[in-house]
């Protein structure tokens, strides 16, 4: 009888060494899904700062120029520059709102998985008892 029990005790320990391998892959695969999800979001924030930040440091370069145009007195070709400066301005103040506004949705730590691994963990503590 007594080699019976640790034989059973023995299966029922590889049974749970084997379903908690099958768990820990499981995880990996939810923790690649949701970082992939979360790049996915990210990578699209990013796209519209970065297209923002060009637009900003083209408007800096024509608002250069306009000053140049204004200090040389020429012309109104200075107040042209300004305007086209001012518009390009305004879209990179947009992109750059609209990708930080889009970054606000992105989650760093894989959320599912942290509240999986914490019933796993507690699942485990109730099977050894």
Same mark, same amino acid.
């Given at each position: ?21 099958? @768990? +820990?892959?499981?995880? =990996?695969? /939810?923790?690649? *899904? ?5 790049? #996915? !979001?990210?990578? $699209? ?37 300004? @305007? +086209?400066?001012?518009? =390009?301005? /305004?879209?990179? *103040? ?5 990708? #930080? !506004?889009?970054? $606000? ?25």
């Amino acid at each position: 009888m007594a080699g019976d029990e640790s034989r059973s005790l023995g299966g029922l320990l590889k049974d749970i060494a084997g379903n908690l391998q099958e @768990i +820990v892959r499981g995880e =990996v695969r /939810l923790a690649r *899904a949701e970082i992939s999800e979360e790049f #996915a !979001k990210a990578r $699209r924030g990013l796209m519209l700062m970065l297209v923002g930040g060009i637009l900003g440091l083209m408007a800096g370069i024509v608002l250069l120029f306009a000053f140049v145009y204004l200090l040389a007195l020429v012309v109104p070709q200075w107040a042209a520059a300004l @305007i +086209v400066a001012a518009v =390009v301005a /305004l879209f990179a *103040a947009v992109m750059v709102s609209a990708g #930080a !506004k889009h970054m $606000r949705d992105v989650h760093v730590a894989p959320v599912k998985t942290s509240e999986n691994i914490k019933e796993t963990v507690q699942w485990v503590k109730t099977q050894t008892r």
